[in-house]
């Protein structure tokens, strides 16, 4: 999932600490790195882009299919890009977010490993809300996956997953996210 990186409209809580400008110019070359490292033939990558009008945007990998998020909540656009991500889902399906400077081809395949047993995958994130949702058979997720859910807050994870109760429900790597400038700073070193 992408937002159009355009200077007051992405990354705005860490635009309000670094500049509105260099929080955009972080996030639109933080993207393009991210696609270039994610690219796999095991999937493929479908971006899911907002607003949709951005879907037409030369920022984005020709080769790569481009589908309009809509304009409804987080939880509603979530829901429809694992169901529809460019046409009817068959599953399994991933969706990632793009503030997620850590991530990489094996975080991705652990979590559709999981899939194999279980309905729906979580990323879990250290702020208590998740990078990656994934679905086996994402047209039988409930129709009220995520309702309700308290998005950039400790309690996004734990609300989406009450919404997804007597589903099997995995969790895979923790990960940090990008909010604030202290985000930017690479995680603390153990040197034991």
């Known amino acids: 999932m992408l937002r159009e990186p355009r200077p007051g409209q992405v990354k705005t809580r860490l635009g309000r600490e670094i500049g509105m400008i260099p929080a955009a110019w972080w996030y639109r070359h933080h993207c393009a790195r991210l696609l270039r490292r994610l690219r796999d033939r095991r999937w493929r990558i479908v971006l899911a882009i907002t607003p949709d009008r951005a879907t037409g945007s030369r920022l984005w990998p020709a080769d ?58 979580f990323g879990p994130a250290e702020d208590g809300g998740f990078w990656l949702v994934g679905a086996r058979h994402p047209a039988r997720l409930p129709r009220d996956s995520f309702n309700g859910a308290r998005w950039s807050s400790r309690h996004a994870l734990a609300d989406s997953l009450a919404t997804l109760s007597g589903l099997r429900v995995a969790l895979v790597d923790r990960l940090r996210d990008v909010d604030c400038a202290a985000d930017l700073r690479p995680p603390p070193t153990d040197f034991k």
């Open 64 to 121: 790569l299919i481009r589908s309009p998020q809509g304009r409804d909540d987080l939880g509603q656009r979530m829901l429809r890009g694992l169901r529809r991500p460019d046409g009817p889902a068959r599953g399994p399906v991933c969706l990632i977010g793009s503030d997620i400077p850590d991530i990489t081809r094996a975080h991705i395949a652990r979590a559709f490993v999981a899939l194999g047993d279980h309905d729906a995958v």
